[in-house]
């Protein structure tokens, strides 16, 4: 096999092993995306939870406030 052939072979292994990488690599970022998403609104949830115990905690001080 002549070395012109030879190096056309590696090369267009070189561009699979690249393709593959590249579709890995997108895998891996749209991974990334759907964690960072979930995350992101699990926090806003448990945010907004606990902004509702401060309420009800307020609620409950001003009654007992207002009791005395």
Do not use: G
């Amino acid at each position: 096999m002549s070395r012109a052939k030879l190096v056309e072979q590696f090369c267009l292994i070189q561009l699979q092993v690249l393709r593959d990488r590249e579709m890995r690599l997108r895998r891996e970022i749209y991974d990334c995306k759907i964690q960072k998403e979930y995350l992101t609104h699990f926090l806003a949830d448990l945010n907004e939870e606990n902004d509702q115990d401060q309420l009800k905690a307020l609620i409950t001080e001003i009654k007992v406030t207002d009791e005395e």
